[in-house]
């Protein structure tokens, strides 16, 4: 079994090597990041991961509209999203589902537990 490929698409950097070294210790999938949405979409195309984490809240392109870009591309639309949000408000949380993403990752997440969250939902052994 190959392992899974997954982006990071956040522009604190923090988040990005945190989140990164928490899957690849815990579910030994291979990451990629991205810093903003417009690398995002460019690596989203090219890498083709097998799920795509998207921060809400970034300064070039935000999350939402950067998965309506990704869904707009046939080379991306079949990527799962989850956005990571620190807008916990379940109003909000709603309206991001409503976008058609996968799922919402309130931030600051159980960086240990998120591959086995991520895994659940998509249905992966991990």
């Known amino acids: 079994m190959t392992a899974k490929r997954i982006l990071i698409v956040d522009d604190e950097e923090l988040i990005r090597i945190s989140t990164q070294l928490c899957l690849e210790e815990t579910a030994g999938w291979e990451v990629l990041t991205a810093s903003s949405g417009s690398e995002g979409l460019i690596k989203a195309e090219t890498e083709q991961p097998d799920a795509i984490f998207l921060d809400v809240m970034m300064p ?64 992966w052994q991990i």
């Not at 639309?77 to 909000?92: D, G, M, N, W, Y």
């Not at 709603?94 to 960086?111: D, S």
Request: no cysteine; aromatic share 6%.
């Open 60 to 123: 070039d392109i935000d999350g939402p509209t950067t998965f309506k870009k990704l869904q707009a591309n046939p080379a991306t639309r079949h990527i799962p999203v989850f956005l990571l949000t620190a807008k916990a408000q379940s109003s909000e949380q709603r309206q991001f589902a409503q976008l058609g993403v996968t799922g919402v990752i309130p931030k600051p997440f159980a960086p240990m537990s998120l591959a086995k969250q991520v895994a659940e939902v998509l249905g």
